[in-house]
């Protein structure tokens, strides 16, 4: 290969990263504009950007114990059949007096999967 073709190459790759950067810091400014005021233009990858960031902050605030307000983890957090989400701490149901009726719902379950059987009566002799 010719070394100037190389040379080239690798100049237009320079330029074509500082026109990415520079189209980067523009959309930036646009954003900081935005937020001062709201004439501004906005592309359309920025508009999913900002609502992802919304959802992400909505998630966040249903990552909080039900009893103890404590922030939970993904690993450590505790969905109750009442629906209450809780720590380790409170995730046992006598721990957050929970309103769900499990019997009623183990009741329900039994009567659906076995269902009563009555035999025919047998005639005596």
């Known amino acids: 290969m010719n070394k100037n ?12 990263r500082t ?15 935005k937020k001062k005021s ?21 998630n966040s605030t249903e990552m909080i114990c ?3 307000k404590r922030k939970l983890r993904v690993s450590n957090n505790f969905s109750c059949r009442c629906g209450g989400m809780f720590c380790g701490r ?20 039994l009567t659906k999967e076995n269902p009563r059987i009555i035999g025919r009566k047998l005639n005596e002799f």
């Not at 004439?39 to 508009?47: E, G, K, M, V, W």
Request: aromatic fraction near 6%.
């Open 90 to 109: 409170h995730r046992h149901f006598d721990q957050h007096s929970c309103t769900y009726d499990i019997r009623k719902d183990f009741v329900e379950k």
């Open 38 to 58: 709201s004439t501004s233009l906005i592309l359309p990858a920025t508009l999913v950007e900002t609502e992802m960031v919304k959802n992400i902050s909505e």
């Open 5 to 16: 073709y190389v040379d080239d190459k690798s100049e237009e790759e320079i330029v074509e």
């Open 66 to 68: 039900a009893i103890c």
């Open 19 to 33: 026109r990415k950067r520079k189209i980067n810091t523009t959309i930036e400014l646009q954003l900081h504009k």
